[in-house]
């Protein structure tokens, strides 16, 4: 006769043991990650002291936030966690963005409720004088893939990434007191005309060798950008989200096999994050030099490429957006303005740095982006960016931080792509003669404002990122 006794302390050697041989599993996989800092056969960024060190910051942020993706993601109990921020930049991350995201089995259906504060704007109507304000423009979109995962540039293909939906907050219905409520799943159910979001599609793919099939898309995650113009008044809106009729069920016990799966995960998807970005810097936007032989770089050096609609070969960004991307290399006595013309009114721009990492520049305690409500428009209707290595004392300076080589990013959100689309002009000169090719009454920004500016900035990205 067995003597339980004894099964129950096999069991427990055997499951010390599995979960050592995991944990140096998982290290093993993270020493791999560590890889992508400076092998030079996975693409990194020129290996600078500045660029290493900003290489193990940009490691440790996957750390940080695939540990939570690993441990916490089941689409039977989700919960909205903040995919980039100030701890995880990448991706050139979007300086005046909240991102979220949640996971989701997309053959179920979930209801997210929320809350926004004053939202008239959403409408178009002019925003509220005085008090909190709902951010600027926000979107609720189901995804089947989570960029990166793969460690591969070959997922960026319509038969593995696609987005549904999306739902805008210039659709959203919401009661007059700021609450609202999304249903989300397979298919709108009869009857219904609240807010939807669909989590399956049927697309059709064209083939290499010409013939067509449909291929089938389930999400499994529902991805929310919260976009902030006013950062001394917008507020990040109040979300919920349960799988309906998860309600109320209790989850199962924690045990030595699921810690087995979440850590093999968290080893995994840091690995693969740092290799699928390092690769897509390199080959498929070109940060470095020409890689596909046709002459130029996708991301031209002190210039930007024609302006596109985001999709999934290009990491399928906020669909509503039109960008437009390329690099700057300036001496410490150069700078860059960069003009900028809307034949139609775009519903946000954004203006950002990034580093060769694909990290937003500091822009809590630096001036690292401008958005169309932060910058100045001239009276010649042009909006024109300066970037420099110090502070030229004019209202648009965008600061390098020091970096000189890095990414430039424009961003426009059209809900309804327009006919004419923004231009992008770029000029290089002497840092001594930027006044000189700017219009003559663009202003002159004191020290005292400066310090102001990035005191509303410090506490705007306090709120927007609070941990509490």
């Not at 003559?440 to 306090?462: C, F, G, N, W, Y």
Request: proline share 8%; net charge negative.
């Amino acid at each position: 006769m067995t003597n339980p006794v004894d099964t129950e302390k096999t069991a427990r050697a055997s499951a010390q043991a599995d979960l050592r041989a995991v944990w140096d599993e998982m290290l093993a996989e993270l020493g791999r990650a560590r890889d992508a800092i400076d092998n030079p056969r996975l693409y990194p960024p020129p290996a600078t002291d500045r660029n290493l060190a900003e290489g193990y910051r940009y490691l440790l942020g996957f750390v940080y936030g695939s540990f939570e993706r690993a441990f916490a993601e089941d689409p039977n109990f989700p919960y909205f966690r903040r995919s980039l921020q100030p701890l995880n930049r990448a991706t050139i991350d979007n300086a005046d963005a909240l991102y979220l995201t949640a996971p989701i089995d997309g053959n179920a259906t979930y209801l997210v409720t929320g809350k926004a504060q004053d939202h008239r704007h959403w409408r178009g109507e002019p925003r509220a004088a005085t008090g909190c304000l709902a951010p600027h423009f926000a979107v609720f979109e189901a995804m089947s893939w989570y960029t990166g995962d793969s460690g591969s540039i070959k997922e960026l293909s319509p038969t593995v990434l696609w987005k549904m939906g999306p739902l805008d907050s210039g659709k959203l219905v919401v009661e007059a007191d700021g609450r609202f409520r999304i249903l989300v799943g397979p298919k709108r159910p009869d009857g219904y005309t609240g807010n939807f979001v669909v989590t399956k599609a049927t697309i059709p793919w064209t083939k290499p060798d010409g013939s067509t099939v449909q291929l089938e898309h389930t999400a499994r995650y529902l991805d929310v950008r919260e976009l902030f113009y006013d950062w001394e008044r917008e507020e990040p809106l109040g979300l919920q989200i349960v799988r309906v009729g998860f309600e109320g069920v209790q989850s199962p016990p924690f045990d030595s096999q699921k810690a087995a799966e979440q850590m093999r995960r968290f080893g995994e998807l840091v690995k693969n994050q740092m290799r699928f970005w390092n690769e897509f810097w390199a080959v498929v936007v070109e940060t470095y030099e020409d890689m596909n032989g046709d002459g130029k770089q996708f991301l031209p050096r002190n210039d930007f490429n024609s302006p596109s609609l985001s999709a999934p070969a290009l990491g399928a960004g906020q669909s509503h957006n039109l960008t437009s991307g390329g690099s700057f290399d300036l001496a410490p006595d150069e700078a860059l303005i960069i003009e900028m013309r809307f034949p139609v009114p775009p519903v946000y721009i954004g203006f950002q740095l990034g580093n060769f990492w694909g990290e937003s520049v500091e822009y809590a305690n630096r001036l690292g982006s401008l958005n169309g409500h932060q910058a100045e428009l001239d009276a010649d209707g042009a909006l024109r960016y300066v970037i420099a290595h110090q502070d030229p004392g004019v209202p648009n300076w965008v600061d390098t931080t020091g970096h000189p080589q890095g990414f430039m990013t424009a961003r426009w959100t059209y809900p309804q792509m327009p006919e004419q689309i923004p231009t992008v002009k770029v000029t290089k000169v002497p840092f001594a003669q930027i006044r000189k090719h700017l219009p003559k009454d663009v202003r002159t920004v004191s020290p005292e404002e400066r310090r102001r500016q990035i005191q509303l900035r410090q506490a705007h990205v306090q709120r927007r990122f609070r941990q509490y």
